[in-house]
């Protein structure tokens, strides 16, 4: 039902854990489809995505795409991160099953969640 | 890797007894039980005699009994038959909130039909009160549906008492015994009811075959048409070898019955005293009204998709009632209806049991259970009090 990649992230996801020193932390989902994601970064003043972290309620595929998208993101500008779209997370893991397309693929929303959180602290 | 099976409910493995009774009949004796000749006759023959032996096993009549391809077809016949049948009578049927789907989806298409429909909910336990049932009846209600057992959480329905109540008021009642017949003594002349099903691959007889128990002068519309097979209730060309392998395996499963229960009870009350034990556990289903297999638990804060695969990982199947695992958005219809939260519906575990169990495995489960936990939780965002 998974690929191998999914499995991996799932059995050794990347960056597990809470960002202590975030400036930006997001969260999506809701626990009545039960899918919770929240990714914590660490923006520095270059603008670029020094540290993630990721905390996640979910099945399988919630885990692996929170894990996935912390490996894509990290070292990279929030200008360029925010391109990344929630397909292309699950392309990277190698495709996810139909019915985990919409429920559980949500780390790029989770992430832009985060991205506009730091905004917003930036500007206070 | 150890490789231990807790999915009894989902199904379980042939066993060689019913499988050994199966061979002749995919080989030499492929003859067409309608055929007139030989081939046909020695065939309805031994047909016939499974009908007679699965009838002693259940103890009731051998017109009673018609061989169907499974427990959601029975439970279709018996459903659609009566509405059909008794449409000029009265329109309205009861059900619970906890139903296998074959019978709660086949209760609301006739609702869609114009048929009344009542869905009877149930205590936190998943049982069904029988007052809620006396205060649902009248004169319109034609068929009262309400299942033996739950395959999810194991709470086993107060069945006499609720079809004593339908028989007052003139209604039929059929139970869905596929979790209970050749698990529980299920003594149908006691029970009382009209209609009941049961299927072979929860026994460990073969998939595709299963039955409907319909009390002698009860009457059933045909939903399916086609020859005179199973007095037309079932048209169709018998499923010969499958019948074969459910008698056999029904047969033993009753006899066995006694044994089995003693030996699951042990074995799921250590289990449950086990994982419960464990932080923020909590059993779901009735404490003792319960099948003798079945343990079901809710792990607060963790997810029941990803203790599925965490223990698939470790050699362990089991199952769960998250929305992940149900196949839609929502988890299990049976955790909702017992007014669990969203929360500990997602994080259901349902380990059932089976003949070859052994405690070794129980204490393998106990074993790698608080490392997988503690493991999803310390990802999870979700706190303790949230």
């Known amino acids: 039902m998974y690929s191998e990649k999914v499995m991996d992230h799932f059995?050794?996801?990347?960056?597990?854990?809470?960002?202590?020193?975030?400036?930006?932390?997001?969260?999506?989902?809701?626990?009545?489809?039960?899918?919770?994601?929240?990714?914590?970064?660490?923006?520095?003043?270059?603008?670029?995505?020094?540290?993630?972290?990721?905390?996640?309620?979910?099945?399988?595929?919630?885990?692996?795409?929170?894990?996935?998208?912390?490996?894509?993101?990290?070292?990279?500008?929030?200008a360029e991160a925010e391109k990344v779209s929630n397909r292309q997370v699950a392309e990277e893991l190698d495709g996810l099953p139909p019915a985990k397309m919409h429920c559980s693929n949500l780390a790029a929303d989770a992430l832009r969640a985060a991205i506009a959180n730091y905004r917003e602290n930036k500007q206070r | 890797m150890r490789s231990i099976y807790l999915d009894h409910a989902a199904t379980t493995p042939l066993r060689q007894e019913a499988y050994e009774a199966m061979i002749p009949y995919l080989t030499e004796s492929f003859g067409n039980p309608s055929s007139i000749h030989a081939f046909g006759r020695k065939v309805r023959k031994d047909l016939e005699d499974a009908r007679e032996r699965v009838a002693n096993a259940l103890k009731v009549q051998p017109r009673e009994i018609f061989f169907t391809g499974g427990g959601t077809e029975a439970d279709n016949i018996a459903i659609l038959g009566v509405a059909a049948r008794l449409k000029d009578k009265g329109r309205h049927?009861?059900?619970?909130?906890?139903?296998?789907?074959?019978?709660?989806?086949?209760?609301?298409?006739?609702?869609?039909?114009?048929?009344?429909?009542?869905?009877?909910?149930?205590?936190?336990?998943?049982?069904?009160?029988?007052?809620?049932?006396?205060?649902?009846?009248?004169?319109?209600?034609?068929?009262?549906?309400?299942?033996?057992?739950n395959n999810e959480v194991g709470t086993v329905q107060p069945i006499k008492e609720l079809a004593a109540i339908a028989h007052e008021r003139g209604a039929l009642f059929h139970t869905d015994a596929v979790q209970t017949v050749g698990n529980i003594p299920v003594d149908i002349e006691d029970l009382g009811v009209d209609l009941l099903s049961a299927s072979a691959h929860k026994i460990y007889g073969p998939k595709g075959v299963g039955l409907l128990y319909v009390?002698?002068?009860?009457?059933?519309?045909?939903?399916?048409?086609?020859?005179?097979?199973?007095?037309?209730?079932?048209?169709?060309?018998?499923?010969?070898?499958?019948?074969?392998?459910?008698?056999?395996?029904?047969?033993?499963?009753?006899?066995?019955?006694?044994?089995?229960?003693?030996?699951?009870?042990?074995?799921?009350?250590?289990?449950?005293?086990?994982?419960?034990?464990?932080p923020d556990?909590?059993?779901?289903?009735?404490?003792?009204?319960?099948?003798?297999?079945?343990?079901?638990?809710?792990?607060?804060?963790?997810?029941?998709?990803?203790?599925?695969?965490?223990?698939?990982?470790?050699?362990?199947?089991?199952?769960?009632?998250?929305?992940?695992?149900?196949?839609?958005?929502?988890?299990?219809h049976v955790l909702m209806a017992m007014g669990l939260s969203h929360q500990r519906a997602h994080g259901s575990l349902r380990f059932t049991l089976g003949k070859s169990t052994s405690a070794e495995d129980i204490d393998y489960v106990l074993e790698v259970m608080p490392g997988i936990i503690e493991r999803l939780r310390q990802m999870s965002p979700v706190q303790s009090g949230r």
């Open chain 2, 215 to 278: 009390r002698k002068g009860t009457k059933l519309a045909n939903i399916a048409y086609g020859g005179a097979q199973e007095r037309s209730i079932r048209p169709g060309t018998e499923n010969v070898a499958g019948i074969m392998g459910f008698a056999r395996a029904l047969e033993l499963a009753v006899a066995e019955q006694p044994e089995t229960s003693r030996h699951l009870t042990v074995l799921r009350d250590k289990l449950i005293k086990g994982l419960t034990a464990l």
């Open chain 2, 281 to 332: 556990v909590c059993l779901n289903g009735h404490p003792q009204q319960r099948l003798p297999g079945n343990a079901n638990v809710s792990v607060e804060r963790v997810e029941g998709e990803s203790l599925i695969l965490s223990l698939d990982m470790a050699g362990i199947a089991v199952s769960s009632g998250s929305a992940c695992t149900s196949g839609s958005l929502e988890p299990s």
């Open chain 2, 93 to 149: 049927i009861i059900t619970s909130a906890v139903e296998h789907h074959a019978v709660l989806h086949t209760c609301e298409a006739l609702e869609k039909q114009g048929y009344a429909l009542t869905v009877l909910p149930v205590d936190k336990y998943g049982m069904v009160t029988p007052a809620d049932l006396e205060k649902a009846i009248g004169a319109e209600t034609i068929l009262v549906s309400i299942m033996h057992a």
């Open chain 1, 11 to 78: 059995q050794n996801p990347r960056n597990v854990g809470v960002l202590e020193d975030a400036n930006g932390i997001g969260e999506v989902g809701n626990m009545r489809c039960g899918d919770i994601m929240k990714l914590y970064i660490k923006v520095g003043d270059n603008e670029i995505i020094e540290d993630i972290k990721f905390q996640t309620f979910g099945c399988g595929a919630a885990i692996a795409t929170s894990s996935m998208i912390t490996e894509i993101v990290k070292g990279m500008s929030i």
